[in-house]
């Protein structure tokens, strides 16, 4: 059962009071230290966009800075760039040729340091590789690779050559692999031999085997030596290519394919409100110009920073802000492939002392793991490098935030609190950190040239609500591939085309300071993880034992909400502890560990209206051992109390 209140979390956010103002030495040196920048860009926002997207290079310049026909909008019409060429060969004229762009490290404790001319070299020899297997401007490309460089490279080799990526996370399993490319059409897949984490090999080409043994389109996978023979990976000389062997042959120079604008960058996979998940199409110019404008001024990069986003490249933090922003501001980023507690529990604290991390930006869930591990970890390390930390993914508690304030910031470093989804491409709502003053538990205010509001159901302002967008800005998603209807439904009809509807809830308070207090829809926030209910119920339907499931997202104070399944069993079956397990690794089976249900309880009916609808709210209200809200409309109102006694002698 849960012990802690599951509402507090929510409840020291309205109840939170205290103000910092920005250090007045962090102001002196800010990237944005003129207020007047929010002014001038709600002003005119296309103006505020294309003096931003102006800093990158264009080869053709864009005729109109924005075409909006609701719900479909494009930006720097006619303009044409490359995204490589902008994350690389633009750096490359100056002394930043021989600066670090990536740092790496490997779980193991391996290094590696890519300057920008060696990334250049790397991505424009692994774009002849591509060439060299048929892809093509267009083409989609799949990468299922774990955190090292050559993810980066083959991401900035398919924007070399104008192929599409489709990243999908190390962790999901071989179904959600397949479902994806082949949701995606993908003709190449990229992956490796294994990868590391906890001291152990992710067997990341078997998983791949098994996805693409039912992947029509794919043609070839190319696989990066990572672990080499202790990974035991299998070889199909008629499907597999080694990448150290291709590149090994291919040539070191390849010329950016000029892009459109508006061509098609990439797709990444998310979990809405049902269970399939949505491929978000993000294009070339206004995406890019985003994740550079944001990155230069929440993250306030410098020349000599080294910027360390502690998010997997599979993600979309990955994808804005270790890859596509830092590099097109010619930063240095740290990258890093296993996990924060091996081999011990200040792994990351060693990694900021070792390479002078001045920039991280991690997620909530983690700080508060750290919170529990104990402030020694952090204590015993030298972290006087930092001067900025950002938070992602989900709402941040107060008592984390001064937390990490005091223990990792030492009490000198701002926090940028980044609201944003994998739709919008980059951060909408975050402090600038030289001019805003931070609220722990707010993302504060909307960036510059960005139009948010909290509105009621009508769609009038409200001090509490919905979170939604009143216009458009330069890094949304343009679809949901293939399904351009489903992109219309779930973030449009709600407010008539006019609002785009985040699916977050909010509220405004006095100084009109934006408080996020999470999902209003049946998609869940685990560890800063997006998972649909439903795609989770549709796996544990899919064990044999099972008749019916429903899932919610339950309070959890480490993790945010922690998946919670109500399972009733076929007829003649046993509940059993064997049982509990098997449908538990079911589910990993079907989508990955990252769904695994926290608990599954028996029961023998789910509370259901008279129409047949679950009605999970009052199986929240169960889960979470709050009085039960109005069963009023249930079929039959005993199922529930029932259901709660159960629990409750659990
Ligand atoms: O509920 C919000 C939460 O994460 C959702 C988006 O998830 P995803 O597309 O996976 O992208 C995560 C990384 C950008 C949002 O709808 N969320 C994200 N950032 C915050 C947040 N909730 C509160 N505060 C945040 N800073």
């Not at 001291?199 to 996978?221: H, N, Q």
């Given at each position: 059962?849960?012990?802690?209140?599951?509402?507090?979390?929510?409840?020291a956010?309205?109840?939170?009071?205290?103000?910092?103002?920005?250090?007045?030495?962090?102001?002196?040196?800010?990237?944005?230290?003129?207020?007047?920048?929010?002014?001038?860009a709600?002003?005119?926002?296309?103006a505020?966009?294309?003096?931003?997207?102006?800093?990158?290079?264009?080869t053709?310049?864009?005729?109109?800075?924005?075409?909006?026909?609701?719900?479909?909008?494009?930006?720097?019409?006619?303009?044409?760039l490359?995204?490589?060429?902008?994350?690389?060969?633009?750096?490359?004229?100056?002394?930043?040729?021989?600066?670090?762009?990536?740092?790496?490290?490997?779980?193991?404790?391996?290094?590696?340091?890519?300057?920008?001319a060696?990334?250049?070299?790397?991505?424009?020899?692994?774009?002849?590789?591509l060439?060299?297997?048929?892809?093509?401007?267009?083409?989609?490309?799949?990468?299922?690779?774990p955190?090292i460089?050559?993810?980066?490279?083959?991401?900035?080799?398919?924007?070399?050559?104008?192929?599409?990526?489709?990243?999908?996370?190390?962790?999901?399993?071989?179904?959600?692999?397949?479902?994806?490319?082949?949701?995606a059409?993908?003709?190449?897949?990229?992956?490796?031999?294994?990868?590391?984490?906890?001291?152990?090999?992710?067997?990341?080409?078997?998983?791949a085997?098994?996805?693409?043994?039912?992947?029509p389109?794919i043609?070839k996978?190319?696989?990066?030596?990572?672990?080499?023979?202790a990974a035991?990976?299998?070889?199909?000389?008629?499907?597999?290519?080694?990448?150290?062997e291709?590149?090994?042959?291919?040539?070191l120079?390849?010329p950016?394919?000029?892009?459109?604008?508006e061509d098609?960058?990439?797709?990444?996979?998310?979990s809405?409100?049902?269970?399939k998940?949505?491929?978000?199409?993000?294009?070339?110019g206004?995406?890019?110009?985003?994740?550079?404008?944001?990155t230069?001024l929440?993250?306030?990069?410098?020349?000599?920073?080294?910027?360390?986003?502690?998010?997997?490249?599979?993600?979309?933090?990955?994808?804005?802000?270790?890859?596509?922003?830092?590099l097109?501001?010619?930063?240095?980023?740290?990258?890093?492939?296993?996990?924060?507690?091996?081999p011990?529990?200040?792994?990351?604290?060693?990694?900021?002392?070792?390479?002078?991390?001045t920039i991280?930006?991690?997620?909530p869930?983690?700080?508060?793991?750290?919170?529990?591990?104990?402030?020694?970890y952090?204590?015993?390390?030298?972290?006087?490098s930092?001067?900025?930390?950002?938070?992602?993914?989900?709402?941040?508690?107060?008592e984390?935030?001064?937390w990490?304030?005091?223990?990792?910031?030492?009490?000198?470093?701002?926090?940028?609190?980044?609201?944003?989804?994998?739709?919008?491409g980059?951060?909408?709502?975050?402090?600038?950190?030289?001019?805003?003053?931070t609220?722990?538990?707010?993302?504060?205010?909307?960036?510059?040239?960005?139009?948010?509001?909290?509105?009621?159901?009508?769609?009038?302002?409200?001090?509490?609500?919905?979170?939604?967008l009143?216009?458009p800005?330069?890094?949304?998603?343009?679809?949901?591939?293939?399904?351009?209807k489903?992109?219309?439904?779930?973030?449009?009809?709600?407010?008539?085309?006019?609002?785009?509807?985040t699916?977050?809830?909010?509220?405004r308070?006095e100084?009109?300071f934006?408080?996020?207090l999470?999902?209003v829809d049946?998609?869940?926030?685990?560890?800063?993880?997006?998972?649909?209910?439903?795609?989770?119920?549709?796996?544990?339907?899919?064990?044999?034992?099972?008749?019916?499931?429903?899932?919610?997202?339950?309070?959890?104070?480490m993790?945010?909400?922690?998946?919670?399944?109500?399972?009733?069993?076929?007829?003649?079956?046993?509940?059993?502890?064997?049982?509990?397990?098997?449908?538990?690794?079911?589910?990993?089976?079907?989508?990955?560990?990252?769904?695994?249900?926290?608990?599954i309880?028996?029961?023998?009916?789910?509370?259901?209206?008279?129409?047949?609808?679950i009605?999970?709210?009052?199986?929240?209200?169960?889960?979470?051992?709050?009085?039960?809200g109005?069963?009023?409309?249930?079929?039959?109102?005993?199922?529930?109390?029932?259901?709660?006694?159960?629990?409750?002698?659990?």
């Amino acid at each position: 059962m849960p012990t802690e209140d599951p509402q507090s979390a929510i409840r020291a956010l309205l109840e939170e009071k205290r103000v910092f103002p920005p250090p007045k030495a962090f102001t002196d040196q800010a990237n944005a230290r003129d207020g007047a920048i929010y002014a001038e860009a709600a002003k005119d926002p296309e103006a505020f966009w294309a003096r931003m997207a102006g800093e990158l290079k264009w080869t053709k310049p864009w005729t109109k800075v924005l075409d909006w026909n609701p719900p479909h909008a494009q930006w720097f019409v006619g303009g044409q760039l490359n995204v490589s060429e902008n994350c690389l060969d633009r750096h490359l004229a100056g002394w930043r040729r021989n600066k670090a762009a990536i740092i790496w490290e490997g779980e193991p404790g391996d290094e590696r340091v890519l300057t920008y001319a060696d990334l250049h070299r790397e991505v424009s020899k692994f774009s002849n590789v591509l060439k060299g297997l048929g892809i093509g401007k267009g083409d989609r490309v799949n990468i299922y690779l774990p955190m090292i460089p050559e993810a980066a490279v083959a991401m900035l080799a398919c924007t070399r050559i104008g192929a599409v990526h489709s990243v999908v996370f190390g962790g999901f399993s071989a179904e959600s692999l397949r479902e994806r490319i082949n949701d995606a059409g993908a003709k190449l897949l990229i992956t490796a031999d294994g990868g590391w984490r906890r001291g152990k090999i992710l067997p990341l080409k078997a998983v791949a085997d098994e996805a693409v043994k039912d992947c029509p389109t794919i043609t070839k996978t190319v696989v990066v030596r990572r672990v080499g023979e202790a990974a035991g990976a299998s070889f199909d000389p008629a499907r597999d290519v080694w990448y150290h062997e291709e590149m090994a042959k291919a040539a070191l120079t390849c010329p950016p394919e000029p892009m459109d604008a508006e061509d098609m960058l990439y797709v990444l996979y998310t979990s809405g409100s049902t269970g399939k998940p949505k491929g978000i199409v993000h294009t070339t110019g206004g995406y890019l110009t985003h994740v550079y404008a944001t990155t230069k001024l929440i993250f306030d990069l410098k020349e000599e920073d080294v910027f360390w986003c502690t998010a997997d490249v599979g993600w979309v933090t990955g994808h804005s802000y270790i890859v596509y922003g830092p590099l097109a501001n010619g930063a240095t980023v740290l990258m890093y492939e296993g996990s924060p507690d091996f081999p011990d529990k200040d792994r990351f604290w060693r990694i900021v002392e070792k390479y002078r991390v001045t920039i991280f930006y991690t997620a909530p869930t983690a700080i508060r793991t750290f919170m529990r591990w104990g402030e020694s970890y952090p204590a015993g390390r030298d972290l006087s490098s930092l001067r900025l930390l950002g938070t992602v993914g989900e709402p941040i508690n107060p008592e984390a935030w001064m937390w990490y304030q005091e223990h990792i910031g030492r009490k000198k470093c701002p926090i940028v609190d980044t609201w944003w989804q994998t739709e919008t491409g980059g951060i909408l709502i975050a402090p600038l950190p030289g001019l805003t003053a931070t609220k722990p538990g707010s993302a504060t205010l909307a960036f510059p040239g960005i139009s948010a509001e909290v509105v009621n159901d009508a769609g009038d302002p409200a001090a509490a609500g919905y979170l939604v967008l009143t216009k458009p800005w330069p890094g949304m998603l343009r679809t949901i591939l293939n399904d351009d209807k489903r992109y219309q439904q779930t973030y449009w009809d709600r407010y008539r085309g006019v609002f785009y509807f985040t699916g977050d809830g909010a509220k405004r308070d006095e100084d009109g300071f934006f408080w996020l207090l999470g999902r209003v829809d049946d998609v869940m926030n685990v560890s800063g993880h997006r998972i649909s209910t439903m795609e989770v119920e549709s796996a544990l339907v899919d064990h044999p034992a099972v008749a019916e499931a429903a899932v919610i997202g339950r309070a959890d104070e480490m993790k945010g909400q922690a998946v919670s399944a109500f399972v009733t069993l076929k007829a003649h079956i046993q509940p059993s502890d064997e049982l509990l397990k098997e449908i538990k690794a079911h589910v990993v089976k079907k989508i990955g560990a990252l769904a695994r249900p926290e608990d599954i309880f028996f029961t023998s009916e789910l509370p259901k209206t008279r129409s047949g609808k679950i009605m999970r709210r009052l199986l929240r209200d169960v889960a979470e051992g709050r009085v039960l809200g109005d069963t009023t409309t249930l079929a039959d109102p005993g199922v529930v109390a029932q259901l709660k006694r159960q629990y409750e002698e659990k």
